[in-house]
């Protein structure tokens, strides 16, 4: 019994430590790349697209001939 009320001791003490570093320092910085990133993501979407289109255009004037 008492092992379990140390070791709870000391998980309550490594959480209690561990808990305020998880927030980021600067949160403007973070959502300006997390916006960047999202504005990334978007325009790769767009190109995959586009390129997928542009592909099936292509089979078929091959297929065609």
């Known amino acids: 019994m008492g092992w379990f009320v140390l070791g709870?001791?000391?998980?309550?003490?490594?959480?209690w430590n561990?808990?305020?570093d998880s927030t980021p320092?600067?949160?403007e910085k973070t959502k300006a790349?997390?916006?960047?990133?999202?504005e990334d993501v978007a325009y790769y979407k767009k190109l995959t697209r586009d390129l997928v289109e542009e592909n099936k255009q292509l089979r078929k004037q091959i297929n065609a001939s």
């Open 25 to 27: 320092k600067d949160l």
């Open 18 to 20: 561990r808990n305020g």
């Open 33 to 38: 790349t997390l916006e960047r990133h999202e």
């Open 8 to 15: 709870f001791v000391l998980g309550f003490v490594v959480m």
